[in-house]
């Protein structure tokens, strides 16, 4: 598999600070003509290293107010209940991210709402009503620290 190279690392970084740019501003911006800029964007492209190119919402703007971090614990740990479990966080739109971690806890879950009546509302009708569920832990965020999307590539 080919492997990245300083260029297309930093092709990567100015998209990442803003995917909308075309071949021709990224081409200036890292220093390279359009030609070859756009064969390497194609490249990596292929070897699938760009998930997807989105538009990141600014969640007190869309009335998103509330967000929590949820500890989840499975009562019981069997393959079809995992994937149970899994394909029914999948279709709650309420929650952002979902990781399946190893320690206390078998998943944490990132669920942002428009307050706490959306979330306990959440919690209640969605979440309490997938079964094996043992334990729930919610976290609420009194402050955003640090939020980006963008991976250091240099």
Not at 21 to 32: S, V
Request: with cysteine; aromatic share 8%.
């Amino acid at each position: 598999m080919d492997t990245l190279d300083k260029t297309d690392r930093r092709i990567l970084e100015v998209l990442q600070e803003n995917a909308r740019l075309n071949t021709k501003e990224i081409a200036h911006r890292i220093g390279l003509s359009v030609t070859p800029t756009y064969e390497r964007l194609k490249k990596i492209e292929k070897m699938g290293v760009i998930r997807n190119y989105v538009t990141l919402l600014h969640p007190e703007k869309i009335g998103k107010t509330l967000m929590a971090f949820c500890s989840v614990t499975l009562q019981l740990h069997s393959q079809p209940l995992l994937k149970k479990f899994e394909a029914a966080i999948g279709r709650m739109e309420e929650v952002m991210e979902c990781y399946h971690v190893a320690g206390t806890f078998d998943y944490m879950l990132k669920v942002v709402v428009d307050d706490m009546r959306s979330y306990q509302q959440f919690l209640t009708n969605k979440l309490a009503a997938i079964e094996n569920i043992a334990q729930v832990h919610s976290s609420f965020v009194m402050t955003e620290i640090k939020h980006t999307t963008a991976f250091g590539l240099v």
